[in-house]
């Protein structure tokens, strides 16, 4: 007969739901895998009397965490309640009262990643967050172990399924973004509130736990540059085709003679590039080492199973760590303090969009103001007319941000320009 290590699960909701199922499914081979059956004896959620069904239904629930967290027989907990409090609160009590955690929580991860590491090295045991990061894509594990003989030179990943969701529609139906927000929000893949989704913040939380194990050096959530998708218009998506483009959302992070850059916005990717074809709620993360070459990892990014499946690929390593009395602990790996750039210092080339009046002369001024700044342009084209305005759009070389946002302030002030429509950078790939 095997033995059964003991786990409390923090949140019954889609993944922990999803975790359960999981487990129950595929008991027997886990239990091969890891030589003790893994046995989630309780559940802490936050309203005991809220309509339930399957899995959760039959677990055994309870509203207060110290059931758990004080439970000496359990000796792994999993955190998938979302938040940062009072889930930190309860991870920490976890790691300090000798339980290794597993947590889906890229919020608290984001932000208290070093805190939560030192306490679980202090207490020897093991913090492991697979699922903190693009659901169910194994990426956290590929970087801490089978690619950590690299140097990381960049990550550039499609880290929110809402978003892409969001522009991949507009992209195939030409539609605005609120239209296709509604529809995302009737299909369940946008939340209510969808403000962290499409304002790049979920993303900003993904990017900077990947920068931060890519780096070796801390970049936390506040770090992280993040601009959203809202401002995209179909007028935007319609010209990067035109120009040989795709939008959309990144997560960026990149080092540069040893300073680190972070950020999220939207981009205009060659359509020749693989995150170009990386569809509707899929993620996908593309990585330069300088062994491997150029690696990408593809699939869902959230969702009850898909999510589960990382949650329970970390309970099984954890689980089999203290059958061997040993602890692989994903500590941060953050031995040096690399500088995170301004967004002003980056280097980038730009699509603007601007109305304009179409008169004489009105081009040549904002390509004065431009070069005065040392912007270069690549292309102009007057794209439509209307009235006496006229729309045109522009890609420049690449140029450092400080220097196009003060010529940007400048035009803006222009009578002859009515609207900066949009600026959008451009991911020129190799130069
Ligand atoms: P969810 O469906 O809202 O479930 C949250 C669960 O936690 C519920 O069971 C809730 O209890 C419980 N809970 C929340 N606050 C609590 C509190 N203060 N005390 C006790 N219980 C509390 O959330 P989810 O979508 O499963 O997400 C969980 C975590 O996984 C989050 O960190 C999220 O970012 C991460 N994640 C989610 C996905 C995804 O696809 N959903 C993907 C990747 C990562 P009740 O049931 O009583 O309300
Ligand atoms: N809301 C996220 C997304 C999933 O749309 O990708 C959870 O991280």
Redo the contacts with the bound molecule.
């Keep these: 007969m095997m033995e059964s290590i003991k786990v409390g699960l923090?949140?019954?909701?889609?993944?922990?739901g999803g975790v359960l199922k999981v487990l129950e499914k595929n008991r027997q081979s886990i239990a091969s895998k890891v030589g003790t059956y893994l046995e989630v004896t309780k559940v802490?959620?936050?309203?005991?009397n809220?309509k339930?069904n399957g899995v959760?239904l039959h677990a055994t629930l309870t509203?207060d965490?110290d059931d758990i967290l004080n439970d000496h027989e359990i000796q792994i907990v999993i955190e998938?309640?979302?938040?940062i409090e009072?889930?930190k609160e309860y991870i920490l009590k976890a790691l300090r009262q000798g339980k290794s955690v597993v947590?889906?929580?890229?919020?608290v991860m984001a932000a208290y990643g070093k805190e939560l590491f030192n306490t679980a090295a202090t207490a020897n045991v093991d913090l492991r967050f697979e699922?903190?990061v693009a659901?169910g894509i194994p990426i956290i594990g590929p970087l801490k172990e089978s690619l950590a003989g690299n140097q990381i030179n960049k990550i550039m990943g499609i880290i929110n399924g809402t978003t892409n969701f969001i522009l991949s529609k507009m992209s195939k139906q030409g539609s605005d973004f609120h239209e296709v927000l509604a529809e995302a929000q009737r299909l369940g893949y946008a939340e209510a509130d969808p403000t962290a989704d499409i304002e790049g913040l979920d993303a900003a939380r993904k990017i900077a736990i990947l920068a931060s194990i890519a780096f070796n050096s801390r970049v936390t959530f506040p770090d992280v540059f993040a601009e959203g998708i809202s401002k995209i218009s179909a007028s935007d998506i319609t010209y990067a085709k035109e120009l040989g483009y795709v939008v959309k959302l990144l997560g960026i992070a990149q080092e540069n003679q040893g300073e680190v850059e972070a950020r999220v916005h939207p981009v205009f990717i060659p359509s020749s590039h693989p995150l170009a074809n990386v569809d509707d709620v899929y993620n996908a993360i593309y990585i330069e080492g300088d062994a491997v070459g150029d690696a990408m990892f593809f699939g869902r990014?959230?969702?009850?199973l898909p999510?589960a499946s990382a949650v329970v690929g970390d309970l099984i390593a954890v689980a089999k760590n203290i059958n061997k009395s040993s602890f692989d602990r994903t500590y941060c790996t953050c031995f040096e303090h690399k500088r995170i750039k301004p967004i002003r210092e980056i280097v980038s080339k730009y699509y603007l969009r601007l109305t304009v009046k179409d008169r004489p002369g009105v081009l040549a001024g904002i390509a004065s103001v431009f070069g005065n700044q040392e912007v270069s342009l690549a292309s102009v084209i007057q794209k439509r007319r209307q009235d006496d305005l006229a729309e045109i759009v522009m890609i420049t070389h690449r140029v450092k941000e400080a220097n196009l946002q003060d010529a940007l302030s400048i035009i803006k002030g222009l009578s002859s320009v009515v609207e900066i429509n949009n600026v959008i950078r451009v991911e020129a790939g190799a130069e």
């Design positions: 923090l949140g019954c909701g889609t993944v922990g802490l959620v936050k309203d005991k809220k339930r959760c509203t965490p998938v309640m979302g938040g009072p889930a947590t889906a929580n890229k919020d699922a903190s659901g990014g959230a969702g009850e999510t």
